[in-house]
């Protein structure tokens, strides 16, 4: 019968299409969707998967450095290299964290209940933070954290409220004395402002 033949002749033509496919597979690395990377020397670290990983600049397999279910993200290296400030979603709201290079127990240092954004570093150690905390306007306040002792200034202007002034008031002028009334035909004093508007004219009766 000519099936057998037939199915054998289009097996073996599929085959190498199959191998082909699946060599090149394998030899592509795996596409993967990376984001927020910051570089420092020879260290990459950027977010995947919602994880923080870190990586040679040259390339190489990357390291998993958290494994929290909550989202990871703007991470930028310190200075020195030795330390990783990023945002992280582990109790509710957003808030900054610090944590070793190497990996190890991330440390909070702001507490503002706001969308806290990792923006970088200072030369002399503090971590940059964009916070809609202790902000009189709709804006983000850019801070400063020293995360050894969480204390922090601020480095954008601070809005300021305009000075409360006290509306004018409108007076009349002291009444002369009874003898020096003034007659009917001359004029009355003006006022000092705010003078009083005619009655308008009554069109019906």
Not at 94 to 106: D, H, I, K, N
Not at 194 to 203: D, E, N, Q, Y
Request: charge should be positive; glycine fraction near 8%; proline fraction near 12%.
């Amino acid at each position: 019968m000519p099936f057998p033949h037939a199915f054998s002749r289009i097996h073996a033509l599929l085959l190498p299409l199959v191998l082909l496919a699946t060599g090149r597979a394998s030899a592509e690395p795996a596409a993967g969707y990376y984001r927020f990377p910051s570089i420092h020397g020879d260290n990459v670290v950027f977010t995947a998967e919602g994880d923080l990983w870190r990586v040679s600049a040259q390339g190489g397999v990357a390291q998993r450095l958290t494994t929290h279910p909550g989202q990871e993200t703007n991470a930028s290296l310190s200075p020195d290299g030795k330390w990783i400030a990023f945002s992280a979603q582990y109790e509710g709201p957003v808030e900054a964290y610090v944590m070793p290079f190497t990996g190890g127990l991330p440390k909070r240092i702001t507490f503002d209940g706001e969308s806290a954004a990792v923006r970088g570093w200072t030369p002399d150690g503090r971590v940059l933070v964009s916070t809609f905390a202790e902000s009189t306007l709709p804006n983000r306040q850019l801070v400063a954290i020293t995360p050894a002792n969480l204390a922090r200034s601020f480095l954008s202007p601070r809005p300021t409220r305009a000075p409360t002034t006290k509306p004018a008031t409108c007076t009349s002028p002291a009444s002369p004395p009874r003898a020096a009334m003034p007659s009917a035909t001359s004029e009355a004093p003006p006022k000092t402002c705010g003078a009083s508007r005619p009655a308008a004219p009554r069109l019906f009766r």
